[in-house]
């Protein structure tokens, strides 16, 4: 088989060749998909799904994606690093707000709060419970 310019479309031992701009057995994905993810992970930490779902992606395939490259199938091996560890950084912030937030809502200062509104008939009542909250929380 030739191409526009009569070259042969195969290679040696007639395996077809790569593309031009193309290595070939090297997938880039995992990497690439760990440092967007990782990104996204940082940027959206405050969020339950971009901080814990998103950041756990990353890692996961950043580290698929450094085994790859560490074995030679992949050329993006710092670039699945970076998108491990950023999405390592967006899991860590997104679990301590997660963790702060239950502590927060767990709290007797909470309950209280929770309980002065049920129990508030107007609106100067529940204002008053968000400032005996507030006072609470911050002495």
Known sequence: MTS???TSAHGPYGQPQPAYGTTPGHRNGFGIAALVLGILAVVLFWTVFGG???GLLALVLGVLGHRRARRGAATNGVMAIVGAVTGALGLIGSSVILAAGVSLLNSDEFKNYSDCVEHA???AERQQCAQDFDRDVNN
């Open 4 to 6: 526009a310019h009569g």
């Open 52 to 54: 814990i779902v998103l």
């Open 121 to 123: 008939d107007t609106q």
